[in-house]
């Protein structure tokens, strides 16, 4: 019983943490850019952190190559998009985890 207690008691400091801190948090990672690149180097996505795409960046001689269709470019950008977009939520989840000390919370919390 008294465990549950002691749980509640942390949960509610974390909760106050996190309303103090999340504002700043958040402009910091909007403010954020992440990019990777797909296919060696040939394809390059930014996404801002909030995962907005910003910027994709297409080697030219990629496109002078015969061999390219539209399926294989198409799956470059999104390959390098999905990488950018994973890289802005591991930097979102670290902040996270920063704000909370390491504490999971509950589904459904945020």
């Given at each position: 019983m008294f465990?549950?207690?002691?749980?509640?008691?942390k949960?509610?400091?974390?909760a106050g943490e996190m309303k103090r801190r999340m504002p700043e948090m958040q402009a910091k990672l909007a403010a954020s850019e992440y990019s990777a690149?797909?296919?060696?180097?040939?394809v390059r996505a930014?996404?801002?952190?909030k995962l907005?795409?910003?910027d994709v960046q297409i080697d030219p001689?990629?496109?002078a190559d015969p061999?390219?269709?539209?399926?294989?470019?198409e799956g470059l950008i999104e390959a390098a998009v999905t990488a950018a977009q994973e890289k802005a939520s591991a930097a979102a989840a670290e902040a996270m985890k920063e704000i909370t000390g390491g504490m999971e919370l509950p589904p459904g919390f945020m």
């Open positions: 465990g549950d207690i002691a749980n509640l008691g949960l509610m400091k974390v690149e797909s296919g060696g180097g040939v930014t996404v801002s952190g907005l795409l910003k001689q990629l496109l061999t390219l269709d539209v399926g294989m470019l």
